[in-house]
């Protein structure tokens, strides 16, 4: 299966993780929309949100906790951050394995659409 984030989670492609742990990974986003821009991924094949049951959302949990480590090794934790994970066409997901984006270092847009 060539999916480019369990490629990228498998380190079959180099990648730079700023955290990572048995079930996720952290990496900069090749096109960052701020300047901080990161992707919090599991290394488990997830195709997006709507796959998330009670067997896999562990998880998910556990990227919570990594954001807020990472969001703090990033400076970002007090001056405030956004996590967003696109889902289907509608929410313009272009990789089709479930990621969370964590954008900060910048005053966001008030609106989210
Ligand atoms: P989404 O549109 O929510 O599916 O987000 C996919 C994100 O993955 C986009 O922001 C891309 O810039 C990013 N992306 C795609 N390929 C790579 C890659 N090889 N390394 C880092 N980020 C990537
Ligand atoms: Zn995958």
Redesign the pocket.
């Known amino acids: 299966m060539s999916c480019?984030?369990c490629q990228?989670a498998n380190k079959e492609?180099p990648?730079q993780f700023l955290f990572e742990n048995d079930n996720l990974v952290a990496?900069?986003?090749?096109?960052?929309?701020a300047p901080v821009?990161i992707?919090v991924v599991p290394k488990m094949h997830i195709s997006s949100m709507n796959e998330i049951t009670s067997e896999n959302s562990s998880v998910v949990a556990e990227i919570f906790e990594a954001i807020n480590k990472i969001a703090e090794q990033e400076g970002i934790k007090e001056s405030g951050y956004r996590v967003?994970?696109?889902c289907g066409d509608d929410?313009?997901?272009?990789?089709?394995h479930l990621?969370f984006?964590l954008v900060g270092g910048k005053k966001l847009s008030e609106t989210l659409s």
Do not use: A, E, M, T
């Not at 990496?27 to 929309?33: C, Y």
């Not at 929410?91 to 089709?96: D, L, R």
């Open positions: 480019i984030f990228i492609i990648s990496f900069r986003d090749l096109n960052p929309q821009h992707l967003i994970s696109n929410g313009c997901q272009s990789v089709k990621h984006h």
